[in-house]
């Protein structure tokens, strides 16, 4: 049975991978909550904010698997037949995060257009994340 909990533990370990992943593959530039922090928050520049972008972005991801594990009754997957459709529907929770993350906080908070290969990175990078999400649900993980 999906629960709030597991999802807020979900968002946190699908976070941490899709960090992981970032700080693996991404270009070492500071993540987009950094900028965010900078802009807002602090008076420096995105790399003076490094640590608070990263804790941010925990916040977000762990506060994102709540809202998917809320959403789960209405999906269909209280309790998952299947980890595979889990994982579906956690693709495709990943694509939704995606959008309302370019959309919404990259180019309308932030005002950026960033460029195509990093739009492609940044959704590969939330794929990664509704995957590893929907599969800790799916599997039934702290249910």
Partial sequence: MVTVISGLVGGLVATIVMTAFQMGLGDDS????????????????????????????????????????????????????????AVLWGLAYGVMVFVGAAVFWTNIVLGLEPEKKMVGMFLFFHLIYGAVLGAWLGAGILA
Avoid: C, R
């Fill in 30 to 85: 500071p993540p987009p909550t950094a900028l965010f922090w900078s802009k807002y928050v602090g008076n420096g520049s995105p790399e003076d904010y490094m640590l608070q972008g990263i804790v941010l972005h925990m916040f977000y991801g762990i506060a994102a698997g709540a809202v998917f594990a809320l959403a789960a009754p209405v999906l269909g997957f209280v309790s998952v037949a299947s980890i595979g459709i």
